[in-house]
């Protein structure tokens, strides 16, 4: 028997297909999948990397002999149907082991891969394995660490990068490096430069989500404008939660970011945070002031999310300034975001849109029917939504992700 991996490159956010031929025609065989050292940007970011994730399936050979996870119907297991990246969407961490987060950006890992092994059983004998690895970020690509005044950062670039467009990437509310980093290191393996910037939540940055100095922002892009990688005239910014209000807002006061894209948006500067309670002040303060805010409220909150159902009363003098943005923007969000009606927020700012006096920029929008919050990297498993059919989860994920590197391909 033979076994063959089938896929365009070894990125992360890549299909890719198994076909197992050499077996006896129309028999039962077990599928078994296995995720080594395994970064997932869905999974509590306490979660210890040494935990394996592991999927299974019973599925049965056609006439010739042969399995495909794309093309043969998975019979029993952690999914059934047929479905393209089924049994590795489906994979669940083998148990849950939390470790402490490093304080410290030097000690926090880069997570640059993952391994996959794949097993073939016949009833309880093993028949063969296939082992391979899945890259965040490719083994051409740079990543450094860079400091900045309450701000730290790293870079990702190809190692023979010239006059490349840049991307700032932030996450959001967790604050930190990990989730941002997996992104930048995926757009920098799609050909760009990036910045992946912990704005809170880390030694040398602030402690809390209050009242943030939108200054560091200025450093940041002086600092990629500056670099011999970098076309200055192209430097765009990624968002997404949190951190989409963050882009939004740096790009209505920061003219050189030239294409945005905000996943997961609110349409106003929200108040700030303490821990896990409201501050009393706003998120973010420029040049001295704090910008207004739209209050937090904790039961509003917790009612929303249990019916998702979320509803926010914005201030009307809170809402992001978005007709000053000079850039084309890209707002992605679902109908059933379960932290804040993202889609509403949508509406809004492209109401506010529509306000420009300069027309040479585009908006584009991509409101997804299912998923919630969560839209992160294509395929990753996400198991946040259990009463979401799996299937439009994974859908909206790819559809999200391929939006956003899309769109910077065409407009950065």
Known sequence: MAIRLISDDALADSIFDIVISGLKP?????LEMTLENYYNI???MDLSRIVPWRSSGLYYSDQQGCISLSQTAC???SYQGQYPMGLFF????DKIRKVSLPSRLEDIPFNKHFNVLLEVFEGKRKLEELRFSRYYQLPHIRGQDVSF?????RLFYPEKAGNLPA????SGSDGRIEKAQNIAQLLASHGFVTLAVAYFGLEGTPEDLDRIDLGFMEEVLTYLG???QVDKERIGIYGRSKGAELALTAAAFFPKLKCIIANSPSCAVLEGMKGYRNSGHSSWVYQGRELPFTGFSLRAFLVGKLSRKPRIRYQADSYIPVETIQGHLLLIGSKQDEIWPADESIEKISERWQQRKNQMYHLEKLVLEHSGHMLTVAYQPNNRYKKIAWQEVLSDSVRSWQATVGFFQKYL
């Open 42 to 44: 869905n999974a509590p």
């Open 226 to 228: 500056s670099m011999p």
């Open 167 to 170: 991307i700032v990437v932030l």
């Open 90 to 93: 489906n994979s669940r961490p």
């Open 26 to 30: 129309s028999s039962p065989y077990r």
């Open 75 to 77: 019979q029993s297991g």
């Open 149 to 153: 005044y309450q701000a730290k950062a």
